[in-house]
């Protein structure tokens, strides 16, 4: 069953505006870097108000952000040359509907325990932080709309 959008604008929650930076918009999510060196990290989030759950979405939707998804985790895998991808949309910090993409290797310091918690973020300085948003927005541009 679908669930209708909130009327109400799209607004990031307060955690991901503050832990992330934006990289651009896809068709249907915010595309974000988390600002966490430990890992190259980006999070997805559908650009409609009051979503918790994937269901929630209709299916078109639905289909359009694993379309999304895959895109990113093949991307991710692609340059910067994975060994595994974590993708995982759970939520129990900030309820808004958002999907984390996380390249992992087997020599990271958290493999193959999930990156949560195992060690302090390490914020990007400056300029790794440039040269980051500049390399993901080139290897998204052709999902990135119009505008970014």
């Known amino acids: 069953m679908d669930t209708l959008p909130s009327m109400e604008p799209f ?5 991901l505006e503050k832990d992330t930076v934006a990289i651009g ?3 249907l999510c915010r595309v ?3 600002n966490d060196a430990n890992y190259p990290w980006i999070i997805l989030v559908p650009r409609m108000a009051g979503l918790e759950e994937i269901y929630q979405l209709s299916e078109t939707d639905q ?5 999304e998804s895959s ?3 093949q991307t991710l895998k692609d340059v910067f040359t994975a060994d595994k991808m974590n993708v995982a949309a759970l939520g129990n ?10 390249v992992r290797y087997q020599s990271d310091s958290a493999w193959p325990a999930p990156v ?10 400056d300029s790794a932080l440039k ?3 500049e390399k993901l927005q080139s290897a998204f541009a052709a999902m990135l709309v119009s505008g970014q």
């Open 131 to 133: 040269a980051t948003v």
């Open 32 to 34: 974000l870097l988390m």
């Open 71 to 73: 895109f990113v985790a």
């Open 11 to 15: 607004q990031l929650a307060p955690q």
């Open 116 to 125: 949560w918690g195992l060690q302090p973020t390490r914020q990007y300085d």
């Open 25 to 27: 918009d896809f068709p």
């Open 63 to 67: 289909q359009q952000l694993l379309k």
């Open 93 to 102: 910090m900030v309820r808004q509907l958002h999907v984390h993409h996380i």
